[in-house]
C-alpha cells in the first residue's frame, strides 16, 4: 500500500500546508534525498567520512516523531516518523565533514515530514542525516530553510 500525504498527515497528527497535494503518493527512496536545509545520504554512501562508535547509544523513534532539525530562526520541523520497533537512531557519529546530526537505521520504510516540503520515504537501511551546505562564492554557509 502506497501511503498518501493525507494519510501520513492524519497518522502523525503532523499538518501540512495548503499547497501541497495531500492526495499525492509519499516517494519512498533507497538514496540521497533533501528536504529543505536537510539532506539524507544512506550511509554507504559516505561510511569513509563518517563513522558510528560501537558504545553509540541508540534510541528508538517514538510513535510521535523525532525532530531532526528545525528551520532556521524556529522555523517549521523535519520530523522522521516510523512504527514502532523498527527504526533507530543516534547522534553519536564521527563526521569528517562536521555535518552530521544524526545517523538512523529502519527495517521499514521510514518518513520524513515537513510542514512546507511534504514528505518522502526511507527505504530499510541505515541513513546519515546532515545539514545541506550553499557555496555563494568563496564563500560556503549552511542552507536556512
Known amino acids: 500500500m502506497t501511503d498518501t500525504l493525507a494519510s501520513l498527515s492524519r497518522r502523525t497528527g503532523m499538518t501540512v500546508l495548503d499547497h501541497l497535494e495531500r492526495s499525492a503518493s509519499i516517494p519512498v527512496i533507497d538514496g540521497l534525498q533533501a528536504q529543505g536545509d536537510l539532506i539524507v545520504i544512506p550511509l554507504s554512501f559516505v561510511e569513509s567520512t563518517v563513522t558510528i562508535p560501537e558504545d553509540a547509544t541508540w534510541r528508538d523513534v517514538r510513535p510521535q516523531g523525532l525532530v531532526l532539525l528545525r528551520g532556521g530562526a524556529g522555523g517549521n520541523p523535519h520530523t522522521l516518523f516510523a512504527d514502532p520497533g523498527t527504526c533507530?537512531?543516534?547522534?553519536?557519529?564521527?563526521d569528517y565533514q562536521s555535518l552530521a546530526i544524526?545517523?538512523?537505521e529502519t527495517s521499514a520504510v521510514a518518513y520524513l515530514l515537513h510542514p512546507e516540503h511534504g514528505a518522502s520515504g526511507c527505504a530499510p537501511g541505515t541513513y546519515v542525516v546532515r545539514?545541506?551546505?550553499?557555496?555563494?562564492?568563496?564563500?560556503?554557509?549552511l542552507v536556512k530553510d
Open 102 to 104: 544524526a545517523v538512523f
Open 88 to 94: 533507530r537512531w543516534t547522534t553519536k557519529m564521527w
Open 131 to 141: 545539514r545541506q551546505r550553499e557555496h555563494g562564492g568563496r564563500r560556503i554557509r
